[in-house]
């Protein structure tokens, strides 16, 4: 560990903190502008929709390209297309061709996730990457924090459009940092070669054996991404949980985002200090669950008092399951397929995640918000404990054997 440079680490790092800020600053913008074009908070609710969409999209093929090709060029080559694309809002008058134009914004970054998340595996010795994962929790805990307040000091001083402005300076500033990271190839046989419909196929053919190979893993993997879909679908509904049900003002619930900020943050900072003794499962096994109870906590919560508390445990613990799930995938699926196999992960999650989100929205028609929030929270505990009882079951065997 100690001969290992982090030079390149510390670029990419760097990269992966100015983009989350800069995404933070695009998605408040955007959301605010389509707010004040249409005035309609079903057009802005939209634009939530638009991203599993588009992971179902690209789910199929774009691992089969981030597993054949440069990763490094991939994520340089995407953050200009999405600067230029987000140059083009400012200048639109229509809402159909903004929305056109943030579902192909959404359809970049639906592969440069991937792609990043591959790029970032090969380039770090498997030794260090739960450390570099605790601190990456920090850098986007940072982002978490600092985003939004510099997004808002942006609306302050200048518009919107000027604020996307420099959401377009920013993907640039990104795409040059990344040109300073050296290239960095997958390790299949077949890189380079063409990308036909047949070579997908087996690309499919590939994940589904290695699926079945790793029924455990995958198991685990989509009972945590589960966990992750209620939290998004939850989330949607948090706005009208908290003026509607706890009747809070705008000042009390900015306060509990920015609550959930430092949670994160903080939880990122003791994440540092226990990934150096606890395993990778077991972090992202704990940190599920007591995001799950944080979540049970402020569905129940009837004062502010509760409700921060709840807001406090779900975001610290968020940190601690992420760094978890982030170490444990990467020393279980093949370097070589990790494009593929996440990215056809990554389709079904969001496949999921349309469904729990219409199913939770026509709940919201049938029930009150509060019993939906509650009941989803739940769900959640749920998923969370099978989780647990799961992971336990499957170290048992693995003493017997």
């Known amino acids: 560990m100690k001969s290992f440079k982090w030079k390149f680490p510390i670029i990419y790092l760097c ?18 502008l389509v707010l004040e074009k249409t005035g309609s908070a079903l057009a802005v609710a939209a ?23 440069s990763t490094k060029h991939i994520m340089v080559y ?9 140059l083009f809002i400012p200048f639109s008058d229509s809402i159909v061709f903004i929305y056109i134009l943030v579902f192909f ?4 970054g639906a592969i440069f ?14 030794n260090i990457r739960h450390r570099f994962n605790a601190i990456l929790s920090f850098v986007h805990s940072g982002a978490f924090v600092t985003g939004p307040l510099i997004a808002g000091i942006l609306f302050m001083i200048g518009s919107l459009k000027e604020a996307l402005f420099v959401n377009v300076v920013i993907f640039l500033l990104c795409a040059a940092l990344a040109l300073l990271l050296p290239r960095q190839m997958s390790t299949a046989t077949f890189e380079n070669s063409r990308i036909t419909w047949l070579n997908i196929r087996d690309d499919w053919s590939l994940v589904v054996h290695f699926s079945k190979k790793a029924i455990p893993f995958f198991v685990l993997y989509m009972m945590f991404q589960m966990v992750m879909l209620l939290t998004a679908a939850l989330d949607s509904m948090e706005v009208t949980f908290a003026k509607k049900v706890l009747n809070l003002s705008n000042t009390a619930y900015g306060s509990l985002v920015t609550l959930a900020g430092i949670g994160f943050l903080v939880g990122a900072i003791c994440t540092n200090v226990i990934v150096r003794f606890a395993p990778a499962k077991l972090l992202m096994i704990i940190g599920t669950l007591f995001v ?23 975001s ?18 093949p370097t070589d397929m990790m494009g593929r196999i996440s990215s056809l ?18 709940a919201s028609q049938w029930f009150s918000v509060k019993e939906v929030v509650i009941g989803g929270s739940i769900l959640m505990f749920c998923v969370a404990l099978y989780l647990t009882l799961l992971s336990a079951n499957q170290f048992k065997r693995k003493l017997v054997q």
């Open 15 to 32: 990269s992966v903190g100015i983009a989350n800020i800069g995404g933070w600053i695009y998605l408040l913008a955007i959301n605010l």
């Open 316 to 333: 610290f613990f968020l940190s601690i399951s992420n760094t978890g799930f982030m170490t444990y995938i990467q020393s279980n699926i």
């Open 105 to 108: 914004i959404q359809m970049a």
């Open 78 to 86: 995407l953050d200009v297309i999405r600067a230029i694309l987000i």
């Open 345 to 362: 992960y990554e389709m079904l999650s969001s496949f999921i995640q349309i469904i729990v989100i219409l199913f939770l929205g026509l």
């Open 47 to 69: 634009l939530y929709i638009i991203k599993p969409i588009t992971q179902l999209l690209v789910g199929p093929w774009a691992g089969s390209l981030i597993d054949r090709v």
């Open 292 to 314: 799950s109870v944080g979540y049970v906590i402020y569905s129940f919560s009837t004062t502010y008092l509760i409700a921060s508390i709840g807001f406090f445990v779900l």
């Open 113 to 126: 996730e991937p792609a990043s998340f591959t790029y970032m595996t090969l380039l770090l010795p498997e």
